[in-house]
């Protein structure tokens, strides 16, 4: 067997703290003075009725033995414990005396393009519907939807009896009409005669009286003929008159029936694409009120977009635009603004614009829906902060502006366009400021503060 190993109570255990030390060597004294106050009672071994007394020795041994313990453990737990309190002591005072550390950057501008982009609908330039302008019945129908026609082709065709009937009945009267002013005018004829027989009379017999060959009677009785005859002349005159006129009014009459046999024929009215078919052949139509097609033009198409009131300044006639449509993700169709309605709509105090699109492969379809860029280079971009360095407080928006210094002061803002994770500044803070990035509640003005720069974003 090996020997027992015994071990000094002085010294601390290997992984011992020195306050687990102190505790061990106490508990090691007390026993040692719990031994020998048992042993001073017990009597010996040889049966002597005195008890044992210890020498002076033993007992400044012992003393001496418990003093150094308690100088072992006064050092090696006590003086390091301290030691070590005092330093967390100063350290907590240096922290309270230290400056508060903020993240903090520098304003800086946006880039000098304007990003906008808006949805929007994309229309035809023209768009009309096709209706009958006679009545009868379908014929044939030339085209159905999908078809490109040009302007004046034929697209249909009606069949109108009760047309035809009145044509037929209009040329019957216009013949009716000429032969009344043909017999109007013989009667004119006549009558001219007449008349100027009764005038060479009234003059004769007028001659004749002066002369006294003829008597007053006679002489009265063909001037009042020849008055007669001239009344005469001038009712017939006015009534070729209204003869021509009902001539004119029956012609009209014909030609206006011939215009609409010739709506039988259905025609395009632009280049376009049929984007609807409403009838079908043997269908009854009615003149102005059913619908046989309709046709839009989609060479050049419009898109229409609302322009929210803070972007309305940026968007002028002529600007360029971009569109993009969701099933052409990699194309883009560039596009001019043609017009504007100049006029917000009080309901969503959005400004209204027309974007004219040239679409010569015909990629692009009316109702599509699209996102139109519009994008514009500008003179002086403002100025961007991020949106958590904004403060919302009694007296309004303000950021926390860090001076040379190191001294925050709150200072007021503007807020223009709102970027989602930026925000525009209109007026306020200066290009280049140090402004706190999440100044919270705890900094205050004239507070002294210790800056820390933080990376910044890209511009945006």
Known sequence: MKPAMHHDPAQPLPGESSEESLRRQNRELKRQLDELKSSLHKPSHAGAS?????????????????????????FAGYLPLQNRREVIAGEAREEQRALPRVDVIQVGRSTPKSQLELPGNIEPTLEAPILARADGYLARRLVDIGDRVRAGQEVAEIEAPELEQQVTQARATIQQMQAALEQAQANLQQGKSETELARVTAERTGALLKKGAVSRQEDDQNQALYQAKRANMEALDK??????????????????????????????????????????????????????????QTATLRTYVNVPQGYADSVHVGQIATIRVPNLPDRQFPGTVARTSNALDPASRTLLVEIQVPNAQNLLMPGMYARVDLSSARAEPPLLVPSEALMIRANGAQVAVVSPDHIVHLQKVEVGRDYGDRLEVIRGIQEGATIVM???????????????????KPPA
């Not at 006129?245 to 206006?256: C, F, G």
């Not at 999440?438 to 910044?456: H, L």
């Open 438 to 456: 999440n100044p919270g509640d705890a900094v205050q003005e004239g507070q002294k503060v210790d800056p820390a720069p933080v990376a910044q």
């Open 50 to 74: 005195q008890n044992w007394r210890p020498s002076g020795v033993t007992i400044w041994a012992i003393f001496l033995g418990v003093i150094v313990i308690a100088v072992v453990a006064f």
């Open 239 to 296: 009534a070729i008159l209204v003869q021509r006129s009902n001539v004119a009014a029956a012609q009209a009459n014909e030609a206006r029936l011939d215009k609409m046999q010739s709506y039988r024929v259905v025609r395009a009215p632009f280049d376009g694409v049929i984007t609807l078919r409403n009838v079908d052949t043997g269908a009854l139509v009615n003149a102005g009120t059913t619908l046989l097609y309709r046709i839009a």
